[in-house]
Nanobody, 124 residues
């Protein structure tokens, strides 16, 4: 089981961009399906993007399609979430999560390894 650490969050104005990174502790991360989810205070955690372990299958929730892009760099044991055209409703803590040999899973319960999250705040 790998350890995951998110980074890249911050404060941006609406319309701006951020690039989140999920760094893993070991190179077996190349065999993990990875999802990015977010949670705002008082709301349920929501999956926003996912990538299969082979990188051949992607998922995006409708609200971020065309704005967010998930990718992986196995040489760096890292998965990225590029977020463009940010909106205030994107404000949340963003988490990455993994599952060995996982698909681009839309069910958060399928993931068994989680990072601690990184705050994204989008001002209007």
């Amino acid at each position: 089981q790998v350890q995951l650490v998110e980074s890249g969050g911050g404060l941006v104005q609406a319309g701006g961009s951020l690039r989140l990174s999920c760094a893993a502790s070991e190179d077996t991360f190349s065999k993990y399906g990875v999802g990015w989810s977010r949670q705002a205070p008082g709301k349920e955690r929501e999956l926003v993007a996912a990538i299969s372990w082979r990188g051949d299958n992607l998922y995006y929730v409708d609200s971020v399609k065309g704005r967010f892009s998930i990718s992986r760099d196995n040489a760096e044991n890292t998965v990225h979430l590029q977020m463009n055209s940010l909106k205030p409703e994107d404000t949340a803590v963003y988490y990455c999560a993994g599952r060995l040999y996982g698909r681009a899973n839309t069910n958060l319960a399928a993931y068994d390894t989680w990072g601690q999250g990184t705050q994204v705040t989008v001002s209007s």
